[in-house]
């Protein structure tokens, strides 16, 4: 897991509708990458489901939100569709998992992105980072609020 | 906006929506869209003691689910509260405006008197107070219970195995 104080590795990835993305297009703001591991799965869907209803508060913080799974842009398309979220959804599809992998957020052999949070502050630094546990458990939304208050 | 970062769910309040008699059995967070808690309710019924309910709709998940917790919540400005969630939960199939309308007539309660409230803005603060204080308590599907101590416990249908 990447560290907090470090420079956050910029990255272009391209998001549900196929436009490119990078972390550097957030300089001057502040940005919560949300990675998590798959689409439409249950957990996922619950997790970006939770956070769209609070969506604004974090937006009131300053912070944009953003998803990253190894999915592809039509699947994230898609799952934002069905979920009927706005959240914008990155696609670390090719080469698989090489955003998660610099995050420290790749889990080798399984070829997911883990579930974590990592927090970039306007100057493109790491500010805070949450691992879940296991990839079964997302973090709730307080403990983004509690992270934004520090 | 309220404050969102982590808290203890509030105690019991003139506002909560309680039924039954005797000591709190559990305080459950739920989504009146979610099948898992419609799943779920019919055992918490089952329990000994008070049980209170709060709103907790996740509306990207279930989009109707606003709408029904409005439903519930006016319902419950004329003494029926609890009829109307159960209600919800027993016939999830029906739950469109006309069935709404039939539920109220059925609990013989004032149909004007229902649209106009369950319309109002104080509605709608009232579901996302409850709706609050769950993100707070770290709530993160649901339903959610808790004990009066703020104690989480389990639900055999709140949670998934699978990421």
């Known amino acids: ?150 | 906006m309220e404050d969102l970062t982590s808290a203890p769910i509030p105690s019991l309040g003139p506002e909560d929506h309680v039924r039954g008699e005797g000591e709190v059995a559990v305080i459950v967070y739920a989504d009146l869209g979610c099948p898992h808690c419609a799943a779920e309710w019919r055992r918490i019924n089952q329990r000994n003691g008070r049980i209170a309910f709060r709103h907790f709709p996740i509306a990207s998940k279930h989009p109707r689910a606003p709408a029904l917790h409005a439903a519930a919540e006016a319902a419950g400005r004329q003494g029926r509260f609890f009829e109307m969630v159960d209600s919800l939960y027993a016939d999830r199939g029906r739950v469109d405006d006309p069935h709404l309308w039939e539920r109220i007539e059925e609990l013989g309660l004032d149909l004007e008197r229902f649209e106009a409230d369950r319309r109002a803005p104080e509605t709608q603060a009232r579901i996302r107070r409850d709706f609050e204080s769950g993100i707070r308590a770290g709530v993160s599907g649901t339903p959610a219970l808790f004990d009066e101590s703020g104690r989480k416990l389990s639900s055999a249908s709140a949670s998934r195995s699978r990421p």
Request: charged residues 25%; contains cysteine.
């Open chain 1, 1 to 150: 897991m990447i560290a907090v104080g470090e420079q956050a590795p910029d990255f272009t990835l391209r998001d549900e509708d196929g436009e490119e993305v990078s972390l550097s297009d957030y300089r001057g703001r502040k940005v919560m990458l949300v990675f998590y591991p798959a689409d439409f799965s249950p957990v996922c869907s619950d997790q970006l489901s939770l956070y769209q209803e609070v969506k604004p508060q974090i937006a009131e913080k300053g912070v944009e939100l953003v998803g990253i799974s190894v999915d592809g842009g039509y699947a994230h398309k898609a799952f934002q569709e069905k979920l009927g979220i706005d959240t914008t959804l990155l696609s670390d599809f090719e080469p698989k998992g090489e955003v998660a992998r610099a995050y420290g957020s790749y889990l080798d052999g399984v070829g997911i992105a883990n579930r974590t949070l990592v927090l970039v502050d306007e100057d493109g630094k790491v500010a805070w980072t949450y691992e879940s546990p296991n990839p079964g458990e997302f973090p709730g939304a307080n403990v983004i609020f509690d992270a934004l208050a520090e």
